[in-house]
């Protein structure tokens, strides 16, 4: 069974940092895109951002400037540095493994929890 298993939500004021982290097998890390989604109440799940297995980040505009994606390969870990954050940022924010080519696959995190209030 793969495990993504990610670390690092909590509660922050905004304009406060917080950074995540999800650590994957090294198979399933060296064959993957990685990427964080986040899902807040009543709204539907969205891409955060991603970086691929060659290392090129995609944002979503809305985290354009404040959030980073970076992959540390010698760890199997992904990270997402959040800067700035709003009270908008709020969500479960999930880690996810993608590939497109065969086998193809998408696995989760079970989510951790970002609160930004003040």
């Known amino acids: 069974q793969v495990q993504l298993v990610e670390l690092g939500g909590g509660l922050v004021q905004p304009g406060g940092s917080l950074r995540l982290s999800c650590a994957a097998s090294r198979s399933i890390f060296m064959s993957s895109a990685m990427g964080w989604y986040r899902r807040a109440p009543g709204k539907q799940r969205e891409l955060v951002a991603s970086v691929t297995a060659g290392g090129g980040p995609n944002y979503a505009d809305s985290v354009k400037g404040r959030f980073t994606i970076s992959r540390d390969n010698a760890k199997n870990t992904v990270y997402l540095q959040m800067n700035s954050l709003k009270p908008e940022d709020t969500a479960v924010y999930l880690c996810?493994?993608?590939?497109?080519?065969?086998?193809?696959?998408?696995?989760w995190g079970q989510g951790t929890q970002v609160t930004v209030s003040s």
């Open positions: 996810n493994a993608h590939r497109v080519l065969f086998p193809a696959y998408d696995y």
